[in-house]
C-alpha cells in the first residue's frame, strides 16, 4: 500500500491527477470483515475528463516509472491497480469527500461507508449487494445516510429492489 500511496502522491503533484480515493473491496475492507478482492480500485478525477483515451496519460506516467501493466491493472507492488474515472455525480461525491485514513501503514483517501454503499447500489452485482448488506450490518453505513445518498442520486428504484429482496424480511 506504501507503493501505492506514494504513486498517486507523484500522479497528483504531476497534474496528471487532480483527485483519487480507494473504493471497492479493498474499501470496504476499512470498515467490515476481509473480503476476497484481486485488485485495488482506485476511483480518479483527471484534468481532461472527455478525452475519449482518459487513463492513457495515467498509464504512461506509471511506464515512465517502471510499472508494468496487467490487462486493465497496473501492477504496484503486491497488488493489481484499476484506475477509473470518477462516472457519475455519485461517484464525484464520493471522491471529493473520501477521508484521508491510514491503510496498511500507508496514508491513503479512502470513500467513505456510505458513499461505498451507495456506489455498489448503483452497479447491483450480486457482490455490490454483499457489500451493502455488510456495510449495514456492522454499522459503517446507516440505512438514513444511504437513503439520503439514494434520493440526492437518482437510485430510487435500486434502493426499493434491493430492500424489497433484502432488508424487508
Same mark, same amino acid.
Given at each position: 500500500? /506504501?507503493?501505492?500511496?506514494?504513486?498517486?502522491?507523484?500522479?497528483?503533484?504531476?497534474?496528471?491527477?487532480?483527485? *483519487?480515493?480507494?473504493? +471497492?473491496?479493498?474499501?470496504?475492507? #476499512?470498515?467490515?470483515?476481509?473480503?476476497?478482492?484481486?485488485?485495488?480500485?482506485?476511483?480518479?478525477?483527471?484534468?481532461?475528463?472527455?478525452?475519449?483515451?482518459?487513463?492513457?496519460?495515467?498509464?504512461?506516467?506509471?511506464?515512465?516509472? +517502471?510499472?508494468?501493466?496487467?490487462?486493465?491493472?497496473? !501492477?504496484?507492488?503486491?497488488?493489481?491497480?484499476?484506475?477509473?474515472?470518477?462516472?457519475?455525480?455519485?461517484?464525484?461525491?464520493?471522491? !471529493?469527500?473520501?477521508?484521508?485514513?491510514?491503510?496498511?501503514?500507508?496514508?491513503?483517501?479512502?470513500? +467513505?461507508?456510505? *458513499?461505498?454503499?451507495?456506489?455498489?447500489?448503483?452497479?447491483?452485482?450480486? /457482490?455490490?449487494?454483499? #457489500?451493502?448488506?455488510?456495510?449495514?450490518?456492522?454499522?459503517?453505513?446507516?440505512?438514513?445516510?444511504?437513503?439520503?445518498?439514494?434520493?440526492?442520486?437518482?437510485?430510487?428504484?435500486?434502493?426499493? !429492489?434491493?430492500?424489497?429482496?433484502?432488508?424487508?424480511?
Amino acid at each position: 500500500m /506504501k507503493e501505492l500511496a506514494t504513486l498517486l502522491r507523484e500522479l497528483t503533484e504531476a497534474g496528471v491527477i487532480t483527485g *483519487h480515493a480507494v473504493f +471497492g473491496a479493498m474499501a470496504q475492507m #476499512r470498515y467490515t470483515e476481509p473480503v476476497a478482492t484481486f485488485d485495488v480500485d482506485v476511483l480518479v478525477e483527471v484534468p481532461e475528463p472527455d478525452r475519449l483515451d482518459v487513463l492513457s496519460p495515467i498509464y504512461e506516467f506509471c511506464r515512465s516509472r +517502471g510499472f508494468t501493466t496487467e490487462g486493465e491493472c497496473i !501492477r504496484v507492488g503486491a497488488w493489481p491497480v484499476q484506475f477509473i474515472p470518477v462516472f457519475s455525480p455519485l461517484t464525484t461525491e464520493a471522491l !471529493r469527500q473520501a477521508r484521508a485514513t491510514t491503510f496498511a501503514g500507508a496514508p491513503i483517501r479512502v470513500v +467513505g461507508a456510505d *458513499h461505498l454503499a451507495a456506489i455498489a447500489l448503483s452497479v447491483g452485482r450480486g /457482490k455490490d449487494y454483499e #457489500r451493502v448488506l455488510a456495510l449495514l450490518k456492522n454499522g459503517s453505513a446507516t440505512r438514513q445516510a444511504v437513503e439520503d445518498l439514494v434520493a440526492k442520486h437518482g437510485l430510487a428504484t435500486a434502493w426499493h !429492489r434491493f430492500q424489497t429482496r433484502f432488508l424487508n424480511d
